[in-house]
Each structure stands twice: as C-alpha cells, then as structure tokens.
C-alpha cells in the first residue's frame, strides 16, 4: 500500500489541522486509485462532533454525500479522510479502527502545541486492523482544485 500525496494537498491538510487545533480538524482528499494511490486535493469540512471536540471528529453525512459528488464532478477517486490529533501520536485511536471503511486511506496529523508535526497515512487490512501505508509527498501530482 503506497500513497503519493501532493504538496499542495499536504499543506492543505497541515495548515487546516494547525488552524483548528486544539481541536481535531477533519476533511476528505482526491486523486487517483490505482496501484499507488495519487493524492491531488484536500477539502476540509467541519468537524460535526457535538461537545468536545479536542479528541474525537465526527463528519456529517451530508458532507460525505458532498464529498462523492464532488469526485463525480471533477473525475476523482475519493481516496479518503484526514483528521488531526491535537498534542497526540498521528496513529489511529481504537475509535478510528471501529468507524474507519475498508476501501479509504486515513491521514492522520500529529499536531504539537499548535504546529503540525508527523503526518502518517493508515488503512484497514482484511482482519480490520491499521496497517500504515507509506507515503511520499511530490511536486508533480496535478492539481485540478476548483
């Protein structure tokens, strides 16, 4: 399991979970499936979680419905969700494990007193445990954001 994400979409990322910290921030991201997984673009949604929002993200239905339409619109796979982890590992909680959909990569950000640290990228395995994907961040993915 691969995943090349582009510079621009980490930045996205980093700078939603540094914006929203302490807590989680949550969003979709877009590209190409196929061997290695291209990552094109980031879109961050709210966080839905009602009450504290430091450990846990929730993404409302609707912004799922959001997200697969806009994968239909521009052509893209919908690869799958990103969130933070305020002052915490960038590695998936239990409650990740039990919410998480076997076809989507989760990114995770470890952010560190405001400032985005490890970004590591998780999917589940035919058991329904987290197996880290590597990943590589390139200049050359393109971007087709609108």
């Given at each position: 399991?691969?995943?090349?994400?582009?510079?621009?979409?980490?930045?996205?990322?980093?700078?939603?979970?540094?914006?929203?910290?302490?807590n989680?921030?949550?969003?979709?991201?877009?590209?190409?499936?196929?061997?290695?997984?291209?990552v094109?673009?980031?879109?961050?949604?709210?966080?839905?979680?009602?009450?504290?929002?430091?450990?846990r993200?929730?993404?409302?239905?609707?912004?799922?419905?959001?997200?697969?339409?806009?994968?239909?619109?521009?052509?893209?796979?919908?690869?799958?969700?990103?969130?933070?982890?305020?002052?915490?590992?960038a590695?998936?909680?239990?409650?990740?494990?039990?919410?998480?959909?076997?076809?989507?990569?989760?990114?995770?950000?470890?952010?560190?007193?405001?400032?985005?640290?490890?970004?590591?990228?998780?999917?589940?395995?035919?058991?329904?445990?987290?197996?880290?994907?590597?990943?590589?961040?390139?200049?050359?993915?393109?971007?087709?954001?609108?």
């Amino acid at each position: 399991m691969k995943l090349n994400i582009s510079n621009h979409a980490l930045q996205k990322m980093r700078s939603h979970a540094e914006a929203d910290y302490p807590n989680e921030c949550c969003g979709f991201f877009y590209g190409l499936e196929g061997e290695v997984r291209q990552v094109q673009i980031a879109r961050q949604v709210d966080n839905a979680k009602d009450g504290d929002q430091r450990r846990r993200f929730q993404i409302d239905p609707r912004d799922y419905r959001k997200a697969e339409q806009y994968a239909i619109d521009h052509d893209l796979d919908l690869l799958g969700v990103y969130h933070s982890h305020p002052d915490h590992p960038a590695e998936p909680s239990e409650h990740d494990r039990k919410v998480a959909m076997p076809w989507f990569s989760y990114i995770i950000i470890s952010v560190r007193d405001g400032a985005a640290a490890d970004v590591r990228s998780w999917r589940l395995n035919d058991h329904r445990e987290f197996e880290e994907e590597s990943t590589e961040v390139k200049e050359f993915i393109h971007n087709t954001e609108t």
